[in-house]
């Protein structure tokens, strides 16, 4: 299994990006999928997630109106555009699917190995 991220750069204070999320390997359209972000000494937070068939998405509070998730079943793809940058938005952005069984020990997690987004204020 592969998620290969790309997109991240650096960028100015109000600027726009694009992330995309290339997966391979897995039945994509069965894994829910997730962009997280980290920064150096912290947690890995949750930013957005678009469920296996697409539809109902959800966004952390700290992105909620800029950001936007979407995913293209066919294309094997989940990008993340990403508007309004701010400098708090600097960060490694990871993707990750994952699809859940009946029991939790038997579910399928799997981690892209992140890209860079810059924000300069």
């Known amino acids: 299994v592969q998620l290969v991220e790309s997109g991240g750069q650096w960028v100015k204070f109000g600027g726009s990006l694009r992330l995309s999320c290339a997966a391979s390997g897995l039945t994509f359209s069965t894994y829910d999928t997730s962009w997280y972000r980290q920064v150096p000494g912290k947690e890995r937070d949750l930013v957005a997630t678009i469920p296996s068939g697409g539809g109902s998405t959800y966004y952390a509070d700290f992105v909620k109106g800029r950001f936007t998730i979407s995913r293209d079943n066919a294309k094997n793809t989940v990008d993340l555009q990403m508007n309004s940058l701010k400098p708090e938005d600097t960060a490694v952005y990871y993707c990750?699917?994952?699809?859940?069984?009946?029991?939790?020990?038997?579910?399928?997690?799997?981690w892209g190995q992140g890209t860079q987004v810059t924000v300069s204020s």
């Open positions: 990750n699917a994952k699809r859940y069984a009946l029991s939790p020990k038997y579910d399928l997690n799997f």
